[in-house]
Each structure stands twice: as C-alpha cells, then as structure tokens.
C-alpha cells in the first residue's frame, strides 16, 4: 500500500522518520510530501530533509492512507494550510486511514472526526476538538479509520498501530519483531 507522509517546516523528527521507517520495513510505499515552497524541509532541530515531492503535485487518489506527524509544522504551518485541510477532508470522504500523531489530532479534531470515537492527542491540544472521547491516558489509539497518539514517545507503537490498522496484529508484531532484531 502507499502512504502519503505530510511535512512542512519544524516537524517533529522523530515521529515523522521513526514513523517513515517502520512503513518501509513493512514494505510500504512512503512518499515524503513537502507542504513548503521547495522539496526542502526543516526539522524542529534545525537539520533539514528533502521530500520527495512537492504538495502541490501530489494526486491523492494515488495513495491509500495519510499520515500526519506533529511538532511544531502541525500548528504554525498545517493548520492554516487549505491543501491540507482538502487532503484530509478527501481521504476521510473515501473512508482512507488517516494516522496523526501528538498535536497533529487537532487537525482533524476541530472539523469534528472524532464524533462518537476515541482519541488521544498531545495535551493541551484536546481542547481543539468539537467532539469525540479524548482518552488522555493512553498512548495509541485505533478507532474506525483514525490513528492517533499522544506523543513522540510513542512514535514506534503509532507506527505499528498503522501496519495493525492495515493488514492486521500479525504482520504487526511480525514487523515489530524485525525491527527487534528477533
């Protein structure tokens, strides 16, 4: 399957790279798509990235789930970015998995997602959302086609969630195993 990985400036590295990573030992397509004027995107800790496509050129029909990592891009830049707002919106209307990770829930909370569903989201950033059951207390959570988790600390276990979400808690643990070296 394909994956559509948003950046844009100051996202946070680790849940974008560790996230990227585990998808493509689980041989998923990934493509890297910058949100900003060039290919080029800086992280939180000011190195910089390039992607491997500009938003703009992206088809979204192309790919079967979007993944949102958060960090700073996620409500300085996304937030107010109408592209992502239509790219969420559109995955959402063809029932596509949507995985986001620490502040970038809010993205979707605020447009009301997460109506009758469970979530979590980096604190403070619950506030965003217009409905839903934000579950505080926990790290990862599947629910209906969403991915959510809390923080960066969790960055692995969201990326394990995506590939159980996809092809089930076999090919995850599966996946897990590899990357433990078992």
Known sequence: MKALVLFADYFEETEALATCDVLLRANE???HASCMPSLTVKAKGNFSIICDALLDKINPDDYDYLVIPGGKA????LNNDLRVEKLIDDFISKNKLVASICAAPHLLGR???FKNRNYTV???FETYFTAG???QNEGVIKDDKF???KSMYYSLEFAFAI???LYGEEKAEEVRKNCKGQ
């Open 133 to 135: 059951n934000y579950l």
């Open 163 to 165: 590939i159980s979400f």
């Open 74 to 77: 996620s409500f300085t830049i």
């Open 111 to 113: 447009k009301g997602y």
């Open 147 to 149: 991915v959510t988790a």
């Open 122 to 124: 980096h604190p403070g």
């Open 29 to 31: 397509e990934v493509m």
